[in-house]
T-cell receptor, first 109, second 113 residues
């Protein structure tokens, strides 16, 4: 199956700082999603981004499919950005998503 | 529109018992997938159903089974529970296969004592 590696495993930020999370994957994909897992365990969709660049408020993401990586940018971080961020990939005709181990982000006031 | 719903929210069972978890997908979605997430790890794929047929199975023992109903809702069944089955069980809904955006429910937290 497709291997997904996320870095760094842990990130501690001061409120207002910017950060970059990275996701590397081992094979071609036609789905790449970024999720934020809230304290209650629910996975919140951030981006569906198999290629290209998207922005949503203070978050943006870029996927370079030919080089098999994706980046998630958090700007002007807030304490509410704390949590675990997961990257997950999928490839037709498969039906599953393969997840990375996640990046735990802690934003301090 | 309602998102993916799962029930129950929490569940405590004893070793050897059986459990049934339920999931209702987003309206219009015909695909339901199940994932297991143990503490400190990313979700692991268990099953995927599309149009009531099993389309994928992860590396889980035969104690795990699932089915999808005509209204596209789904059940995950686990027999002969082990302590290691304690985890968060997540259901995902999508229009079809892995190329489509997946949406997750709030999960069922299962504790086996």
């Amino acid at each position: 199956g497709i291997q997904v590696e996320q870095s760094p495993p842990d990130l501690i930020l001061q409120e207002g700082a910017n950060s970059t999370l990275r996701c590397n994957f081992s094979d071609s994909v036609n789905n790449l999603q970024w999720f934020h897992q809230n304290p209650w365990g629910q996975l919140i969709n951030l981006f569906y981004i198999p290629s290209g660049t998207k922005q949503n408020g203070r978050l943006s993401a870029t996927t370079v499919a030919t080089e098999r990586y994706s980046l998630l940018y958090i700007s002007s971080s807030q304490t509410t950005d704390s949590g675990v961020y997961f990257c997950a990939v999928g490839l037709t005709p498969d039906y599953k998503l393969s997840f990375g181990a996640g990046t735990t982000v802690t934003v301090r006031a | 529109d309602a998102g993916v719903t799962q029930s129950p929210t929490h569940l405590i069972k004893t070793r050897g018992q059986h459990v049934t978890l339920r999931c209702s997908p987003i309206s219009g979605h015909k695909s339901v997938s199940w994932y297991q997430q143990v503490l400190g790890q990313g979700p692991q794929f268990i099953f995927q159903y599309y149009e009531k047929e099993e389309r994928g199975r992860g590396n889980f023992p035969d104690r795990f089974s699932a089915r999808q109903f005509p209204n596209y809702s789904s059940e995950l069944n686990v027999n002969a529970l082990l302590l290691g089955d304690s985890a968060l069980y997540l259901c995902a809904s999508s229009f079809r296969d892995a190329s489509y955006e997946q949406y997750f429910g709030p999960g069922t937290r299962l504790t086996v004592t």
